[in-house]
């Protein structure tokens, strides 16, 4: 079941970050490095206690196994037609619970909080090397919008 997540979901909601953040490093440790326990712990309750974003949580009934951190982001300029965008800041399965449907119910309840705030796209950053992501991204209907390139040095 998806719903949103409460205060007392924030132990679980570490572990899951704690578990992503690690993959990130494992992927591309020249841009991520593994801060101390404790970052995890502030970072989630501050994230928690942000009105602005709003975190969906897969139950599976004996815990989270996943979580969409999510903001609409209203997108007013003058060079630009006006509209909502509903943006995923973070989206993670627990790996052991991968290819179960989960990200697929998450990631719908997710599309549905967008239409329903009137957003008129759902948007994300992913690496390019988190092949996973991507094609699970791609399979979700998702399309590339912007390409951001670098060169090292």
């Known amino acids: 079941m998806t719903r949103l997540a409460k205060k007392d979901d924030r132990e679980e909601l570490i572990t ?6 690690s993959h ?14 404790e970052w995890f712990s502030r970072r989630i309750s501050e994230i928690l206690d942000d009105d602005v974003l709003k975190v969906f949580v897969h139950d599976n009934g004996c815990g989270i196994d996943a979580y969409a951190v999510v903001k609409i982001i209203d997108i007013i300029t003058e060079e630009k037609f006006p509209r909502k965008v509903c943006y995923i800041d ?18 719908s309840a997710v599309k ?6 009137g957003c008129t796209s759902v948007q994300l950053g992913v690496s390019a090397c988190n092949r996973g992501a991507v094609i699970f991204y791609e399979k979700m209907g998702l399309l ?10």
Not at 144 to 153: A, D, G, H, K, V
Request: glycine content about 6%.
């Open 16 to 21: 899951l970050f704690t578990e992503l953040h």
């Open 24 to 37: 990130h490093v494992e992927i591309k440790p020249e841009t991520f490095r593994m801060p101390e326990r």
């Open 90 to 107: 973070c989206f993670a399965v627990a790996e052991n619970c991968r290819r179960k449907g989960i990200g697929t119910e998450l990631f």
């Open 112 to 117: 549905n909080f967008g239409i329903e705030n």
């Open 144 to 153: 590339p919008r912007t390409i951001q390139m670098e060169l090292r040095f």
